[in-house]
C-alpha cells in the first residue's frame, strides 16, 4: 500500500527483531528518504563483513585501470542484492605492498541506485602468521617493527587516518575499515590500541596466538575473530587459544602475567625477505602428521603444526610461575558489571558445512550467541548460478569448485568459499537449531553492532536505513529492498 506523502506499507509480515524473535507486524518506510519510520519492519538487510569478490570480479586484483576496477565493484554490488545482501565489505587478501594505498583508496563507502552497499574495506594481512597463512602468498607476509606506523606506512597514512581528523578537512567519509592481522607477530600488538581508537576494526585471524595474547590483544581493543576455526590452532584444553575467548570470563581472561611479546615471534621486517615462524621448528613431540590427521596444512608447503598452540612450549615456564596471579573469587553476586571488564569478541564464521562442522557451528554459537556473525568469504566466482568444475583465479592458479567446496588446484588447501550469504542463513537454522530469525541476526543486527553501524544498518529502529529482505518462511529471498527502493525480485 502507498500513500500520497510517500509512505509504503507492506502488510501480513513476520518481522525479526533485535534479540532474534518474530512478530507478526506490518512495514512503514519513507520510499522518499530511504529510512524505516518505526520499527515495524522486515528482515534487515544481510551485511557480510567479509567478501573476496564475486561474480567474476576480485576484489585484490589491481591492474592500473580504476575505471575497471570501479565497474567491477559496481558490478559486484548490483548482482549482490539476488543473494539478500545490502551491505558488503570488500575484503582484499595479502598484496604486494605498492598495491595497498591504491586498492584502500578506491574501497571507499559506494553504490548505485539498484545496488548495495559497499561500506568501507577489509584487509586480510599481510600482518600475519606463516604457519596459519592458508591461501595467502608467503613471499608477501611482513611483521610490523614500528607498531602502527608499519601498518600506516604499508596501508597509506591516510587510510588509517582518524575518522574526526579525516571529516574536520571535509574528505570523503573513509567508512567502515576492517584489518585482520595475528597479533603474536611482531609489531602487530602495539598497533591494536592505537588503530583501534582511530575507528579500525582489528581482527584477529591467520594466527597461532596463545589464549593469553589473543586476551591481552581483546584487552587492546581488538573486537572481532577471523573466520573462527579456520587458520587458527585446534581447541586444546590446555590452552583453548583464539577460540577460547568465546569462553572467557571477565575475571578470568588474563590469568597469567604479562609476557614481553615480541620475543617468541619471528622478526622479519616489513618489506623484507619472507618471514620465519617457530613452528617451522616444531619439535617433532608436537608434530601431526597428514597421514594421522589424513588433512593437510593450510599452508602450500605442507608445514606441519602441532594441536596444541606452538607457542604455548615456549611459554610454559612462565605460564606455571606464574598460577598465583590468578585473579580472587568473587563470593558476591554482581548485577552490573564493570566497564573495564573484559568483552568478548565478536567472531564471524563460514557456514557451508565445509570450513567448519555443523557440530563446531553449533559449539560456538551455544557458547556466545550474541557475538556470532555470519560471513560467506566468498572468491570471485560466488554466483548461484555457476556450475561446478576448474575456473581461473589469478597468478597461475585455479580454483576447483565443488558444490559449496573451493580448493585450489592441484591442493586440499580450502581458498575461501562460493556460499552465499542467504545460504549460510538458512544452513545455520539447521546446524544450530535455532530460529530463522536468531539466524537472520547473525547476519543483520551482530555484524552491524561490530562495525557499529546499528544505528544505520542491520536493524529495524526508526530512522534507519530501509535496507531490507523479504523471504519466504523457509529463508529464500523474494526481493531486494535498499533505501527503500526494491533493487532486485525474484521474478523479474
Not at 509504503?8 to 529510512?35: A, H, M, Y
Not at 582489528?202 to 590483544?217: D, K, M, P
Not at 621448528?281 to 608436537?286: A, C, D, G, M, Q
Not at 523457509?474 to 521474478?491: A, D, E, H, M
Request: proline share 6%; charged share 20%.
Amino acid at each position: 500500500m502507498t500513500s500520497p506523502n510517500s509512505l509504503v506499507c507492506f502488510t501480513n509480515c513476520l518481522l525479526p527483531q533485535e534479540d532474534g524473535s518474530l512478530i507478526e507486524k506490518d512495514l512503514w518506510f519513507d520510499q522518499r528518504r530511504g529510512t524505516i519510520v518505526d520499527a515495524q519492519a522486515f528482515s534487515p538487510g544481510l551485511i557480510d563483513i567479509q567478501i573476496n569478490g564475486g561474480y567474476g570480479f576480485d576484489f585484490s586484483v589491481f591492474d592500473g585501470d580504476e575505471e575497471a576496477y570501479k565497474k567491477g565493484m559496481e558490478l559486484v554490488a548490483e548482482k549482490i542484492v539476488e543473494t539478500g545482501v545490502t551491505s558488503l565489505v570488500p575484503t582484499i587478501i595479502t598484496q604486494e605492498k605498492s598495491l595497498y594505498p591504491k586498492l584502500l583508496n578506491l574501497l571507499r563507502p559506494f553504490s548505485t541506485p539498484t545496488s548495495a552497499c559497499l561500506l568501507g574495506w577489509h584487509a586480510e594481512g599481510p600482518f600475519i602468521d606463516m604457519a596459519k597463512r592458508g591461501a595467502h602468498a608467503p613471499s608477501f607476509l611482513v611483521s610490523a617493527p614500528e607498531g602502527a606506523k608499519s601498518f600506516e606506512t604499508l596501508y597509506g597514512e591516510e587510510n588509517l587516518a582518524d575518522e574526526e581528523d579525516w571529516l574536520m578537512n571535509g574528505n570523503i567519509d573513509l567508512g567502515v575499515r576492517i584489518i585482520t592481522a595475528a597479533p603474536e607477530v611482531n609489531g602487530v600488538m602495539d598497533a591494536v590500541k592505537v588503530l583501534s581508537k582511530r575507528g579500525v576494526v582489528f581482527s584477529i585471524g591467520h594466527s597461532i596466538a596463545t589464549s593469553e595474547i589473543a586476551t591481552n590483544a581483546v584487552k587492546n581493543g581488538a573486537r572481532l575473530i577471523t573466520h573462527l576455526f579456520n587458520a587458527m590452532p585446534q581447541l586444546h584444553h590446555r590452552d583453548p587459544s583464539i577460540i577460547g575467548l568465546l569462553g572467557a570470563s571477565p575475571d578470568l581472561a588474563s590469568p597469567f602475567s604479562p609476557i614481553t611479546v615480541k620475543t617468541l615471534f619471528y622478526s622479519g621486517e616489513s618489506g623484507g625477505s619472507s618471514p620465519r615462524s617457530p613452528v617451522s621448528r616444531t619439535n617433532s613431540k608436537y608434530a601431526v602428521s597428514k597421514a594421522s590427521t589424513g588433512a593437510g596444512s593450510e599452508a602450500f608447503d605442507e608445514l606441519d603444526t602441532p594441536p596444541q598452540t606452538p607457542l604455548l612450549a615456549a611459554m610454559r615456564g612462565k605460564l606455571l610461575k606464574s598460577s598465583s596471579s590468578i585473579s580472587q573469587i568473587q563470593l558476591d553476586h554482581r548485577e552490573t558489571p564493570s566497564p573495564s571488564e573484559f568483552t568478548r569478541p565478536f567472531y564471524e564464521m563460514i557456514v557451508d558445512g565445509v570450513h567448519s562442522h555443523p557440530n563446531s557451528v553449533r559449539l560456538a554459537y551455544s557458547a556466545y550467541p550474541e557475538g556470532c556473525i555470519l560471513i560467506t568469504d566468498a572468491m570471485k566466482i560466488l554466483d548461484p548460478n555457476l556450475s561446478d568444475g576448474v575456473h581461473e583465479w589469478r597468478d597461475g592458479k585455479r580454483f576447483v569448485k565443488e558444490g559449496d567446496k573451493l580448493y585450489l588446484e592441484g591442493t586440499n588447501t580450502l581458498a575461501g568459499s562460493v556460499v552465499t550469504l542467504d545460504k549460510c542463513v538458512r544452513n545455520f537454522t539447521r546446524f544450530t537449531g535455532c530460529s530463522l530469525g536468531e539466524a537472520i541476526k547473525c547476519a543483520t543486527f551482530n555484524p552491524a553492532k561490530c562495525l557499529g553501524i546499528e544505528n544505520q544498518k542491520g536493524t529495524l529502529r526508526p530512522g534507519v536505513h530501509a535496507d531490507f529482505v523479504i523471504l519466504d518462511r523457509q529463508g529464500y529471498p523474494q526481493s531486494t529492498w535498499v533505501k527503500g527502493c526494491k533493487v532486485w525480485s525474484k521474478t523479474q
